[in-house]
């Protein structure tokens, strides 16, 4: 079976790189106050937040570190809305070893 896959411009995989690592950020920037983030009364609901929907290229190493990251390590107020979706192009994950 040949499996056909398409190339990304140098625009689309710098917008990866750049969302990536943002991602990957987001734990250290809630840990340290640098987003400003106020929850409020913890009963009361944040404001329409829209759904967002994340694709993690590859279930190598980083891409199941970014995995765990987002569903394990954000507040469930911030993930709550986030369809997160891990995209691997073999049969197994782990990377190649």
């Known amino acids: 079976m040949t499996r056909r896959f398409r190339l990304l411009s140098n625009n689309s995989m710098r917008s990866l790189f750049n969302l990536t690592l943002t991602l990957s950020l987001l734990p250290f920037s809630f840990q340290h106050g640098q987003i400003p983030l ?8 944040l404001p329409n937040v829209p759904n967002k929907r994340i694709a993690i290229i590859g279930g190598g190493t980083a891409g199941i570190i970014m995995l765990k990251t987002l569903i394990t390590d954000l507040p469930e107020e911030v993930t ?8 691997e192009q073999r049969d197994n ?3 190649l070893w």
């Open 38 to 45: 106020d929850l409020g009364n913890t009963n009361s609901t």
């Open 80 to 87: 709550r809305n986030w369809e997160i979706v891990l995209f």
């Open 93 to 95: 994950i782990g990377g």
